[in-house]
């Protein structure tokens, strides 16, 4: 069960709409790094979790993506609203236009469809586990990849503030692991 | 812009509330650390007076019964999305 909070995590401010850092940017929404593929991979994970803790930190960091997923639908939505076709056409969006007009959609930055394969799930906690801390890295690797990219400031303080989240959710994964680790080495021990 | 209150309004919210998702976190590691668990609830209860207070003017902040509709008419789905309030 989920319930909605009609609010954004943080507040999501950009300077005017920019196409081109839209398209961009919406990679973290539909792209293999971004917020839907790390929500969904936790979410999805927690089942075959051998501990409650784990469950726990599942759910609770799983549930926190989704939240980031909504605040980068946000910046998406506000840096295309008010863009005119030929700023749309100019920025490579045209494409994206032809499909979907100016809605959003789970896209990487060139446009490819998110896929399921973006996210694994072995059922063997340790590489699980594993795979989480890999991806924290890696969603902060391509925050850090759209801050080089960005021209717009308020922008940025967004991005800034999704990738230090990035770094506590490592954290906490690596703790995770440790647990599960001690977890399992005594269970082999009984 | 009209929902510039509003918007300030929910910051305050928004601040209480990462302060609680992260105790949340760090308790769902340390889950002994008396200091945090002492911490996650002071801060519940300060969310929780925002938040009531935050509905009177706005309406629910939360669905499914987990809000109050305080006004005369249904309010949760008539003010401003998430995405249109203009900080
Ligand atoms: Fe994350």
């Known amino acids: 069960m989920w319930i909605y909070e009609k609010k954004l995590q943080i507040p999501v401010r950009v300077s005017a709409p920019n196409p081109r850092l839209a398209k961009y940017v919406i990679t973290q929404y539909g792209g293999p790094e971004g917020e839907l593929s790390a929500s969904l991979r936790y979410l999805n994970m927690r089942y075959s979790m051998p501990t409650n803790r784990a469950k726990g930190v599942l759910t609770d960091i799983g549930t926190e993506e989704l939240a980031h997923m909504e605040i980068v639908a946000t910046l998406v939505y506000k840096l295309i609203e008010g863009a005119s076709i030929e700023a749309i056409r100019a920025a490579d969006l045209g494409a994206h236009y032809a499909d979907h007009d100016r809605s959003l959609y789970w896209v990487n930055a060139a446009g490819v469809p998110w896929v399921a394969a973006y996210v694994s799930a072995t059922g063997d906690p340790i590489a699980d586990l594993h795979e989480n801390m ?33 770094v506590v959710h490592f954290q906490r994964f690596g703790e995770t692991l440790m647990h599960v680790q001690e977890y399992l080495d005594r269970k082999k021990i009984f | 812009m009209e929902n510039k209150n509003q918007a300030q309004r929910l910051i305050q919210i928004q601040q209480l509330q990462f302060t609680a998702v992260e105790l949340n976190l760090f308790l769902d590691t340390h889950p002994n650390d008396q200091h945090v668990l002492a911490l996650y609830n002071q801060v519940h209860q300060q969310l929780i007076e925002s938040v009531r207070a935050y509905e009177q003017v706005y309406g629910p902040l939360l669905n499914y019964g987990y809000s109050p509709a305080l006004q005369n008419y249904w309010a949760w789905a008539e003010n401003p999305w998430p995405w249109e309030l203009k900080y």
């Open chain 1, 134 to 166: 890999a991806a924290e890295q890696k969603a902060r690797a391509v925050y850090e990849n759209l801050l080089h990219l960005s021209d717009d400031p308020l922008v940025n303080d967004t991005l800034r503030w999704l990738r230090e989240r990035e």
